[in-house]
């Protein structure tokens, strides 16, 4: 089986609920935020990003919340599906550091039938 | 399109080997980022680079080099393996400019060094 999400925090939620998924971040200066999603044995795979000039931005049955005073941000799924559980990460991108990609830790959604 | 493609998928190595990892985009990406995941972990960034020639240190770059001489394709190196460096490698690609903080994954690379 996969190693990758057996230490980090999980989240298990009904399937039909609502999932909110939250990171904290450490660095005032990165100016985009990034969720991606993580499947067993595969690369993560990006799901929305929000500038750091905005505090929420919408997908498909995704939000995005960023709380720049509190340093925050959330992932809101809608509606989840059985297909979204997975390893959530969430990442930043610093410009003005070398346009580097970083992630912070990961959350692993587990989604009841 | 392959999008980003890693060499090899599985290796087993000894300690003190050495061993080259490939990545390669179809996709005309400038930045190019090397990763660690542990079990447990998340990503940890070992090195990347911004554009052909150019490659910078991430967050846990002892132990490896890379090198980019081909836009396309991005290497890491281990130049002499340690059990401790035993992990799953991704490399990811992502392009400049608007839109580009999409980045892109391979499949990764489960390295075991005994």
């Known amino acids: 089986g996969e190693s990758v999400g057996l230490h980090l925090p999980t989240l298990s939620v009904q399937e039909g609920d609502n999932s909110i998924i939250n990171c904290a971040y450490s660095?005032?200066?990165?100016?985009?935020f990034i969720w991606y999603k993580q499947e067993s044995g595969k690369g993560p795979q990006f799901i929305i990003d929000i500038r750091s000039n905005m505090d929420k931005r919408q997908g498909q049955r995704v939000t995005v919340l960023l709380n720049k005073t509190v340093k925050h941000l959330s992932l809101q799924i809608a509606a989840t599906q059985p297909g979204d559980s997975a390893v959530y990460f969430c990442?930043?991108?610093?410009?003005?550091?070398?346009?580097?990609?970083?992630f912070g830790g990961g959350t692993r959604l587990m989604v009841k039938p | 399109n392959a999008g980003v493609t890693q060499t090899p998928k599985f290796r087993v190595l000894k300690t003190g080997q050495s061993m080259t990892l490939l990545c390669a985009q179809d996709?005309?990406?400038?930045?190019m980022y090397w990763y660690r995941q542990d079990p447990g972990m998340g990503l940890r960034l070992i090195h990347y680079s911004v554009g052909e020639g150019t490659t910078a240190k991430g967050e846990v770059p002892d132990g490896y080099n890379v090198s980019r001489l081909k836009k396309q394709n991005f290497l890491l190196g281990l130049e002499s393996a340690a059990p401790s460096q035993t992990s799953v490698y991704f490399c990811?690609?992502?392009?400049?400019?608007?839109?580009?903080?999409?980045?892109?994954f391979g499949q990764g690379t489960r390295l075991t060094v005994v």
């Open positions: 996709m005309n990406h400038e930045y």
């Open positions: 990442a930043e991108i610093q410009n003005n550091a070398g346009n580097m990609l970083t």
């Open positions: 990811a690609s992502r392009r400049r400019g608007l839109g580009g903080t999409e980045a892109f």
């Open positions: 660095n005032s200066a990165s100016d985009y």
